[in-house]
């Protein structure tokens, strides 16, 4: 992540002192704690040692595997105040925010713990016709070693996408946390030590490396078995390339430019409670929050009064009352005002706030009518509380304009009777239907995106398939009736087979 916009208060930029860096509150750009920036000597040794401890976590078994992940789920429960306190601290987000970021993070753990030997193990599959005299199985082994790299606006539930699915797939896991919030990723790893130390095990299976973009860097050219990025598009190009340098592969998580669509028929106060909401929950900072809204003309006055009500009443703050914390990462409070500026230079009407919105280290909810396409706040991620309303004549302009962008991360749509008719047509990876962000807590569904958003997915079966490499085994139970893989074949086997494929397929 760059530093360059304004500071969300004096001195708030992470500090490099030395080798160190510091991480910080960002309501009140207080230091909370100083970490090492680790190099690529130090994040190499991290690897070695994974590599070591991947061998016995490989060697639980995906019984063993289940037992512990339990026990570690267990500590994050009880730990669950004690971990929000971190979360909030480092990101500014409310208590509750950061207990729901856990809340859901737990239940992909249980999830991705339960299901692994069901989706992994190994299994038969049918040989065929033609490999009728062979038992063929199918497994799915760990790579060793994953790499995360994580962001900082969930940084509890975000990378546990990665790092619980790749646990419970086998892999020991080095984890990267954004350079906001180390001291999260380091209260995850402590965790799971302290459960594993508990159950009388002293494994590094999940280690924490600290630094900036360099660091992240130098984990992509460590020799991981595989790189789990998630983070903005930009840095994710970054990721791939320095992957690439060893063929190592990657799974790419990245933004978004979510769309809400407001069909004629929809539930109009449950769709402006998910375009407030979705847009502007955790300060708007958010991949797969809400930013464009598209409502359709006959219902487009009533659904925006009820918008304007609801957004009227959500407040910016770090009070236990307010309704999300500050910008997390200052630079973002300049990437708000922008589009503000630019929307509204082009014509755009705001509804809710304004420029005046954007008082570091804080935005006020913002909502922009009218805005045009060509708008940066219609055409870039936005990650502040900022949504767009537009009018569009139906479901179908409402379709084609969702899907007018690189991104393709997740939607909402909102109609009683064609809600999973529009969804089929959105080009994305997942979409509520008369919901926000819901794909996100069921665990058996894949998450992740097309396009500039990335490829790849955590969660679900998916997920955990991400972690681990298809292995095929054929053994031969009998002398094939007739054999065609040899010198010694004869011409009356491939006539025979040719005879046998011609019944077979070319009727
Ligand atoms: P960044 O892309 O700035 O950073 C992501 C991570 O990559 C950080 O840990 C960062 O370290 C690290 N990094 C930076 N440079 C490099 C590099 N050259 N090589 C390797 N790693 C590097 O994203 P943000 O942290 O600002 O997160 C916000 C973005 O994440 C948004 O675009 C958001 O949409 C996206 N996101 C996507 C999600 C998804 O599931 N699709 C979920 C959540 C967020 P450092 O912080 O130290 O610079």
């Keep these: 992540m760059t530093q360059t916009g304004t500071p969300a208060a004096p001195d708030a930029q992470p500090s490099v002192a030395g080798a160190r860096f510091d991480s910080l509150d960002p309501r009140t750009g207080e230091v909370i704690k100083s970490y090492p920036v680790h190099d690529a000597e130090h994040v190499n040794a991290m690897v070695v ?41 480092e990101t500014g987000k409310p208590l509750d925010d950061a207990r729901l970021e856990l809340v859901l993070a737990v239940d992909h753990l249980a999830w991705a713990a339960r299901h692994a030997e069901r989706v992994l193990g190994r299994r038969k599959v049918g040989a065929g016709l033609l490999m009728s005299n062979q038992r063929a199985t199918l497994s799915y082994p760990p790579f060793g070693v994953v790499g995360v790299i994580g962001p900082w606006n969930y940084p509890v539930f975000t990378p546990m996408g990665s790092i619980a699915y790749a646990l419970a797939a086998g892999n020991a ?55 789990a990025f998630t983070g903005s598009t930009a840095t994710g190009r970054r990721v791939m390339v320095a992957c690439a340098e060893n063929l190592t592969p990657v799974l790419i998580e990245c933004g978004g430019k979510d769309p809400l669509i407001v069909d004629a028929d929809a539930d109009l106060d449950a769709a402006a409670d998910a375009a407030v909401w979705g847009g502007m929950s955790n300060a708007g900072q958010t991949c797969v929050g809400v930013e464009r809204v598209y409502v359709v003309e006959p219902v487009a006055d009533e659904f925006l009064r009820r918008v304007v009500a609801r957004a009227h009443a959500v407040r910016a703050g770090a009070d236990p009352s307010a309704d999300f914390g500050p910008m997390t990462m200052p630079a973002q409070l300049d990437v708000v005002a922008g589009q503000v500026r630019d929307a509204l230079d082009k014509g755009a009407h705001a509804l809710v706030g304004g420029m005046a919105s954007v008082r570091a280290p804080y ?79 069921v665990p058996a569904l894949p998450f992740g995106g097309v396009g500039d958003s990335g490829f790849g997915r955590i969660h679900g079966e998916d997920g955990l398939r991400e972690f681990a490499r298809a292995q095929a085994v054929t053994r031969q139970r009998f002398a094939p009736p007739i054999s065609v893989m040899t010198f010694t074949r004869g011409k009356r086997s491939m006539r025979r087979i040719i005879a046998l494929v011609r019944a077979v397929h070319g009727r």
């Design 173 to 227: 896991v080095v984890f990267k946390p954004s350079e906001l919030t180390p001291g999260v990723g380091h209260a995850l790893a402590d965790t799971f030590a302290d459960a594993l130390r508990a159950a009388g095990h002293d494994q590094p299976v999940l280690q924490v490396v600290t630094g900036f973009g360099e660091t992240g860097a130098a984990l992509c050219r460590s020799g991981v078995g595989k790189l």
């Design 49 to 89: 040692r994974a590599g070591e401890a991947a061998g016995w976590w490989a060697e639980q078994g995906f019984a063993g595997r289940r037992t512990l992940l339990g026990q570690w789920r267990k500590l994050l429960v009880k730990r669950l105040d004690q971990l929000a306190e971190v979360v909030s601290s």
């Design 363 to 441: 935005v006020e909810p913002v909502v922009l009518t009218d805005v045009p396409e060509d708008s940066t706040a219609i055409t870039q991620e936005t990650f502040g509380p900022l949504i767009t309303v537009n009018r569009v004549p139906d479901a179908e302009e409402a379709i084609t304009r969702a899907n007018a962008t690189a991104y393709g991360l997740g939607a909402s749509v909102f109609s009683a009777k064609h809600g999973e008719e529009i969804a089929a047509r959105l080009r994305c990876g997942m979409v509520a239907v008369n919901g926000v962000i819901t794909f996100a807590g």
